[in-house]
């Protein structure tokens, strides 16, 4: 059957060569985003029902902050947001690297908003982290040929997308 056929290109280690005719690949990253956000408002389920069952008291019950997740949440939606818009204009591989950045942004806003010192070993471990994605970002950028079907519509674009999201993650 189709389907079977369909599942047999999927599961294959490259579906791109295997996927017969009439067999359409996904390609679209925003219904994953889509996803891990129902799974995230799901803990806010859990949160809510083990706050009602530790709180013996229900006049207590009522001074919870209803919207102290809002900001994080609306930051972390719109940040995988622009990811995930960027993803669609890179190479996988470079989507992932990026991702890596938001290390180095989390230990400088460790210092800017928390006033932490960080230590040799941290500012060692942010200058590698730069360093890596900054050699997988360039390299994206390079047109070294190939197949013009599979190239991506603006690397430089994405990446920077890319770079600027894990910044509003952090």
Not at 118 to 134: E, I, P
Request: charged share 15%.
């Amino acid at each position: 059957s189709p389907a079977e056929v369909c599942n047999a290109a999927v599961n294959a280690s490259n579906p791109d060569e295997m996927c017969p005719p009439g067999c359409a690949t996904f390609d679209h990253p925003f219904a994953q985003a889509a996803g891990m956000f129902l799974g995230e408002m799901l803990c806010l389920v859990v949160f809510k029902t083990m706050f009602l069952c530790r709180t013996p008291d229900p006049e207590e019950n009522t001074h919870f902050p209803r919207y102290v997740f809002a900001w994080p949440a609306f930051l972390d939606m719109a940040g995988t947001s622009v990811m995930y818009l960027g993803l669609t204009m890179t190479y996988a591989s470079v989507f992932q690297m990026l991702r890596g950045a938001v290390v180095v942004f989390t230990g400088l806003l460790s210092i800017v908003v928390l006033r932490r010192k960080l230590r040799a070993f941290h500012w060692l471990g942010m200058v590698l982290v730069t360093a890596g994605a900054t050699v997988v970002g360039l390299s994206a950028l390079q047109d070294v040929g190939g197949d013009e079907e599979n190239k991506p519509s603006n690397p430089l674009l994405g990446n920077i997308l890319i770079v600027v999201a894990q910044l509003v993650v952090a």
